[in-house]
């Protein structure tokens, strides 16, 4: 089934059908490798960084609550080494959610790809090679103008046609 009275063989669609597989299993290998074994490995790296946020955060707490000067003081190490531990906790989240977005982002256009492939496939497919040309009708259309000589009127028509009839109208 092609356009414009193209043909396009069965096994062509077949070879789409291949494609489709290899596009959804290249797309699953992509997630596994991004979405599943680098995402759980930068979710470890943030579930360090949280234990070291937490007792940066648990310091300076108690810093605080001992002496007032600390809070929000730049000089202070504590309060550098709670903000530190703060950025680098986020650092590995946003890591973290990259790579997982990503493997997921590559799977589901891995899938939408194979859907259209593999219905089109299949469907085309499905018909024998000979029936492929029926669908397809070639039919032209032209409208001209037809100016009478003897007078100033003028005459449209309209011409259709395919490969086994034609029509020829024409409008005062």
């Known amino acids: 089934m092609g356009g414009a009275g193209g043909d396009v063989k069965n096994a062509v669609w077949m070879r789409a059908l291949v494609m489709a597989g290899m596009i959804l299993g290249l797309s699953i290998a992509a997630y596994v490798t991004l ?11 943030w579930t360090d960084e949280k234990a070291d946020y937490t007792e940066a955060k648990n310091a300076y707490d108690e810093a605080v609550d001992a002496d007032a000067s600390v809070e929000n ?16 906790k ?6 973290y ?9 590559i799977l589901f256009v891995g ?6 492939l593999a219905i089109s496939g299949l469907l085309n497919s ?11 009708v ?3 259309t032209n409208i001209m103008v037809r100016r009478h000589r003897s007078s100033s009127r003028s005459d449209v028509c309209f011409s259709f046609s395919d490969s086994q009839n034609s029509l020829m109208d024409c409008m005062d």
Do not use: C, W
Request: aromatic share 10%; proline share 3%; hydrophobic share 40%.
């Open 35 to 45: 979405g599943v074994v680098a995402a759980d490995m930068k979710h470890q790296t």
């Open 73 to 88: 003081n730049p000089s202070s190490s504590i309060f550098v080494d709670y903000g530190n531990a703060y950025n680098d």
């Open 90 to 95: 986020v650092d590995a989240h946003l890591s």
């Open 97 to 105: 959610l990259t790579y997982r977005v990503a493997g997921l982002a």
């Open 111 to 116: 899938i939408i790809f194979t859907a259209f």
């Open 126 to 136: 499905s018909r024998p090679d000979e029936d492929h040309d029926d669908i397809t």
């Open 138 to 140: 070639m039919m032209s």
